[in-house]
């Protein structure tokens, strides 16, 4: 029989290798800030620039490697299409004979359609993502497709795809969410250029568990409430 052990080194060096692929260090421009930053908690996004961030957590970059993974197996189309607008980029993960496709990865329990609104009405993470592409994509329509990995977590407990599913919003409704987020690539911008942290109102509350910024940037006693999400 042959020994066995883990080999502590070598795992490492996977672990490194695969962060540096898939979670690379960006270098900050002003002139090209990426949605992504814009969405989520914007004093993680400021600390990532400027090398306050903790490294990622190992469950972080596993379901990073994971989503990414799925995207490319799934990838039909134009993939990874860039739009550029003033110092706004984002990326879309799929044009398919013009149409635009967002794809998600995750453990929850299989929906028709995704939802995309918080019980309070507000846009959930993944619905803010859909109305700020909505804002240039052709006639406000874009599509969500999702795998869920554990299924209905019924009789079927193997991956389902959900979608794709067509959201088509209002005028009103894009207007609103660019406005929202060019205001907070305002705020973003302007905490770069003078070093100071944004304020902990700029993320949406579930983002704070188990984040890697408690007790080095932020503190839970002086958090407070978050700024109200578009509609």
Same mark, same amino acid.
């Given at each position: ?39 989520? =908690?914007?004093?993680?996004? &400021? ?50 004979? @013009? ?17 995309? #609104? ?7 993470? &993944? ?8 804002? #240039?994509?052709? @006639? ?10 554990? @299924?209905? #977590? ?25 406005? &929202? ?24 509350? &579930?983002? =704070? ?14 958090? @407070? ?7």
């Amino acid at each position: 029989m042959p020994s066995v052990k883990l080999n502590h080194s070598l795992r490492e060096r996977y672990l490194a290798d695969l962060s540096a692929k898939f979670l690379p260090d960006r270098v900050w421009d002003a002139d090209a800030v990426h949605r992504s930053d814009l969405i989520y =908690c914007l004093r993680k996004a &400021w600390a990532r620039y400027n090398g306050k961030a903790p490294a990622h957590p190992e469950k972080t970059m596993m379901n990073f490697l994971r989503g990414r993974i799925l995207h490319e197996m799934l990838a039909v189309g134009d993939a990874e299409h860039e739009v550029v607008d003033g110092a706004l980029v984002l990326h879309v993960d799929d044009v398919v004979d @013009g149409e635009w496709v967002e794809k998600k990865t995750t453990i929850m329990k299989y929906a028709e359609p995704p939802k995309i #609104y918080e019980p309070d009405g507000s846009y959930s993470a &993944w619905g803010l993502e859909m109305v700020t592409a909505a804002y #240039y994509a052709p @006639g406000h329509k874009v599509n969500m497709m999702v795998m869920h990995l554990m @299924g209905d #977590y019924g009789q079927t407990r193997s991956p389902m795809l959900s979608g794709p599913w067509e959201y088509a919003f209002t005028q009103a409704e894009v207007d609103s969410a660019h406005t &929202w987020i060019t205001g907070r690539r305002d705020v973003l911008v302007t905490a770069m250029e003078t070093g100071t942290v944004p304020g902990y109102e700029h993320r949406m509350a &579930w983002e =704070c568990k188990d984040c890697p910024l408690f007790g080095t940037l932020c503190d839970a006693a002086e958090m @407070g409430t978050p700024l109200p999400l578009p509609r």
